[in-house]
């Protein structure tokens, strides 16, 4: 079973910027970051899928977050820029270790995941 450890939180003002990264023990085919913030459900934030290289956003976050992953497959990143409170939350790498195909309408749901990292927090203020 593959492991996941994030690392990059941190607080910044408003309009800052974070660069989040996830290491995996192994590369993985579907990863994502998710993130959950006090008194609200865990939402998808952006997803990749490392055989094709093809990423899927959030509505919230399109535009301000940008996704990649390093040559050797082993490392996600989630680069942050603009942020705004509503950001604020504890972000989750997570990973499908199924070779499965994955619809894209289906890799922002936290249910298609079954490895997650321990969380690394974001606080963003005013």
């Known amino acids: 079973q593959a492991r996941l450890v994030e690392s990059g939180g941190g607080s910044v003002q408003v309009g800052g910027s974070l660069r989040l990264t996830c290491a995996a023990t192994s590369r993985l085919w579907y990863m994502a970051w998710f993130r959950q913030a006090p008194g609200k459900e865990r939402e998808g934030v952006a997803s990749?899928?490392?055989?094709?290289?093809?990423?899927t956003y959030a509505e919230p976050v399109r535009g301000r977050f940008t996704i990649s992953q390093d040559d050797a497959g082993t490392t996600l990143y989630l680069q942050m820029d603009t942020l705004k409170p509503e950001d604020t939350a504890m972000y989750y790498c997570?990973?499908?270790?199924?070779?499965?195909?994955?619809?894209?309408?289906?890799?922002?749901?936290?249910?298609?995941?079954?490895?997650w990292g321990q969380g690394t927090q974001v606080i963003v203020s005013a």
């Open positions: 990749w899928s490392t055989s094709v290289n093809t990423a």
């Open positions: 997570a990973a499908q270790t199924s070779a499965t195909y994955l619809p894209q309408e289906r890799r922002l749901r936290s249910s298609e995941y079954n490895v």
